[in-house]
């Protein structure tokens, strides 16, 4: 199988699982694309400071401010491995390079110029973990399909923040869905899904530290699938979809007002 990757820059979650990938799937990794953009991309009509302010009140001060030094650590790395030799650059791309995989660095994956460059490599699945709505053209170029890693249960929760909004709404199951990309919102046939009960003493940290772990199982379990032909997809029906978008600040403290209500029952 001929794999192609699109990410984005993550150092918290989505970089440690992209090298798992890389680390099982290594010789079937035909390339991988970072684009443009982070997690803190969100629409042109939203406010970025307001939407740190939220994930401050989703996280809590102490895990926003660890993974803010992280970030910021990580930034600062990659700044000096580009000036000075002697700093090892933690990017995906310096990473997958040492292991022989080509790389390419993007502003957008639906660039014209890109996509030429992805028919040229005989692609059976892209795999994305970018922030881009991907388009047709670049949907139709892998044999396969592109799959996606989703962290809810689909056809509920589709779009971002999915782990707030499991615990906004009080729902008892969550986990995480391996899909096709078409050019709906998370809205393609679900190749595999693993799932685990919401615990009462479960926030929105230890819900994404969960979705991570079994990730990396459920994209090999996906992969492999795909791989013999398997094709006995589970339904994502759009009749029984939710939708989520951004939380906005007033989400965010209702929901920091509710886990101190919660706090003080037990």
């Keep these: 199988m001929r794999i192609f990757i699109i990410t984005m820059e993550d150092p918290l979650y989505t970089l440690p699982f992209i090298k798992e990938i890389i680390n099982e799937r290594q010789n079937d990794i035909v390339g991988i694309a970072v684009t443009n953009g982070d997690r803190l991309t969100i629409g042109k009509n939203r406010s970025k400071i307001a939407y740190v302010f939220s994930l401050l009140f989703i996280m809590g001060f102490i895990s926003f401010f660890k993974n803010s030094i992280v970030t910021a650590l990580y930034k600062v790395k990659k700044k000096s491995a580009s000036v000075l030799s002697f700093f090892e650059d933690p990017g995906i791309l310096k990473y997958a390079c040492d292991r022989n995989i080509p790389t390419y660095k993007i502003q957008s994956p639906n660039k014209k110029e890109f996509l030429d460059q992805l028919r040229d490599l005989n692609i ?72 685990y009960p919401v615990e009462t003493k479960d926030n929105f940290n230890t819900l994404v530290d969960k979705n991570y772990k079994i990730a990396p199982h459920a994209i090999f379990k996906a992969l492999n699938m795909l791989e013999i032909g398997e094709n006995e997809y589970i339904v994502n029906d759009d009749e029984l979809a939710t939708y989520n978008s951004v939380p906005t600040l007033k989400d965010a403290l209702s929901y920091r007002l509710m886990r101190i209500r919660k706090a003080f029952r037990q």
């Design 124 to 195: 059976d699945v892209i795999i994305n973990q970018s922030q881009n709505i991907l388009k047709k053209d670049l949907l139709s170029i892998p044999k396969i399909g592109v799959i996606n890693r989703h962290n809810a249960l689909l056809p509920k929760n589709r779009g971002r923040l999915t782990p707030f909004w499991v615990l906004y709404k009080q729902e008892k199951e969550t986990g995480v869905s391996i899909h096709f990309v078409n050019e709906g919102i998370d809205a393609g046939p679900i190749i595999v899904q693993e799932k």
